[in-house]
């Protein structure tokens, strides 16, 4: 299975434990503002619940807004909706899943990257159409309604 999909399924499994339930029980837990899940040393996962807000008090959003940069947000006229990035590790810390997705292979090699960066909607016009460098750690993409960063990926000696 690829990354994508397995932090696809533990999102959409977070989000569905976290919407109107607060239980623990075999290492799973509902309380505060995240759903975790303690499986150790086979699997642990810790994912933020969602907010979600609709209606007349919320500010006029621009016609869209959405980023992924520590949360998933999207913005439209009268909603707003955030879903934070979790974090999953499976057999200790061998494979990482998340914000930050490797392997660590122990004493040898660990290989890691952070998830790329978007920003798609009417604001990212206020910083000009079109863009392309490398700086801090990545490549930085902007085209119109677009700006995307793509970081490097890390490898460095196995812990």
């Given at each position: 299975?690829?990354?994508?999909?397995?932090?696809?399924?533990?999102?959409?499994?977070?989000?569905?434990?976290?919407?109107?339930?607060?239980?623990?029980?075999?290492?799973?837990?509902?309380?505060?503002?995240?759903?975790?899940?303690?499986?150790?040393?086979?699997?642990?996962?810790?994912?933020?619940?969602?907010?979600?807000?609709?209606?007349?008090?919320?500010?006029?959003?621009?016609?869209?807004?959405?980023?992924?940069?520590?949360?998933?947000?999207?913005?439209?006229?009268?909603?707003?909706?955030?879903?934070?990035?979790?974090?999953?590790?499976?057999?200790?810390?061998?494979?990482?899943?998340?914000?930050?997705?490797?392997?660590?292979?122990?004493?040898?090699?660990?290989?890691?990257?952070?998830?790329?960066?978007?920003?798609?909607?009417?604001?990212?016009?206020?910083?000009?159409?079109?863009?392309?460098?490398?700086?801090?750690?990545?490549?930085?993409?902007?085209?119109p309604f677009v700006q995307a960063r793509i970081?490097?990926?890390?490898?460095?000696k196995g812990e």
């Amino acid at each position: 299975m690829k990354a994508s999909k397995v932090l696809v399924t533990l999102l959409l499994s977070g989000l569905v434990l976290s919407t109107g339930c607060s239980s623990t029980s075999k290492g799973v837990s509902t309380e505060g503002n995240s759903v975790k899940v303690d499986f150790a040393p086979l699997l642990t996962v810790d994912q933020p619940k969602p907010v979600i807000e609709a209606g007349p008090k919320v500010p006029f959003n621009p016609v869209l807004d959405a980023e992924g940069v520590e949360t998933l947000k999207v913005k439209v006229p009268y909603w707003k909706t955030e879903v934070g990035i979790g974090q999953a590790k499976l057999l200790g810390d061998s494979v990482l899943v998340g914000k930050t997705t490797g392997i660590n292979v122990k004493n040898l090699i660990h290989v890691s990257q952070d998830l790329p960066t978007f920003r798609v909607g009417t604001p990212v016009l206020n910083e000009g159409p079109f863009g392309l460098n490398v700086k801090d750690g990545g490549l930085n993409i902007k085209i119109p309604f677009v700006q995307a960063r793509i970081p490097y990926p890390k490898i460095k000696k196995g812990e």
